[in-house]
């Protein structure tokens, strides 16, 4: 497990600063300026770090940790956090699929990727799951705190590295769909004939005996044709 700087001077904390009690239910509405933080990493060390150095800070609350993605969601519905910070590699269900199912059930939660991992595919996945901001576990503890705060005022943080990448593997894909997209707006010179005779209202019989090709062989031209063109229907 990769080493994170501010595990230590958290836990150095510990004692100075003893976890709040979990508020559950109605509580959130009495305490709305405080961010209720739901934990989700299969490594309890690296949650007593993070958990600690909350505590040490103003205005955060973490009433839960979960060691996979099960319990997470199982938890989520339970306390209903405000955000959780979620690890995207864990046992029984990964954080992809646990932010997937959060986010499917209670959309009002935030949830920040919190991870080793850094890659581009990650990166694109998580975004595609619900995931509010995506970090990584080697960030400063200041960058943790505003990003909580961010997130939860409605911001999609990510770091710049990963911003920078994102970007990146956005132009990349528009490079490679451009071409795809292009070629697929195409159709023979078969497939035109057949266009032209479906615009004057023939029927799939008179197109086949007028061109003298079988009447399925018109299907499946019309077929390819409503695919290239995004059309549903010959109408």
């Known amino acids: 497990m990769p080493a994170w700087p501010f595990i230590s001077r958290a836990l150095a904390r510990e004692g100075d600063a003893p976890a709040r009690p979990a508020r559950i239910g109605w509580g959130r509405y009495q305490h709305m300026s405080t961010i209720r933080v739901l934990l989700a990493d299969d490594h309890a060390l690296f949650r007593r770090g993070v958990a600690s150095l909350l505590a040490a800070e103003s205005g955060f609350d973490v009433v839960g940790e ?6 997470a ?3 989520a519905r339970e306390l209903m956090p ?3 910070l979620m690890d995207i590699s864990m046992p029984v269900m990964d954080g992809l699929e646990a932010t997937r199912r959060i986010k499917a059930e209670m959309p009002c939660v935030r949830i920040v990727m919190f991870t080793v991992s ?28 505003s990003t909580l705060r961010g997130v939860v005022q409605g911001e ?5 590295a990963m911003a920078a990448r994102l970007l990146q ?39 086949a005996a007028t061109l003298a090709i079988a009447e399925n062989t018109v299907k499946n031209h019309l077929k390819h044709i409503l695919e290239n063109l995004h059309l549903e229907t010959r109408v």
């Open 73 to 75: 969601l199982e938890m």
């Open 82 to 84: 405000d955000v959780i």
């Open 118 to 145: 850094d890659g581009e595919h990650s990166l694109f996945e998580s975004i595609q799951c619900g995931a509010s901001g995506y970090l990584p576990k080697n960030v400063e503890p200041r960058v943790l705190c």
């Open 156 to 160: 999609a943080p990510v770091s710049r």
């Open 66 to 71: 979960a060691a996979d993605g099960q319990q």
């Open 169 to 207: 593997g956005f132009a990349r894909r528009a490079r490679h769909a451009a071409p795809a997209a292009a070629h697929a707006g195409e159709l023979s010179v078969r497939e035109k004939e057949i266009l032209e005779q479906v615009s004057g209202g023939m029927s799939h019989e008179e197109i």
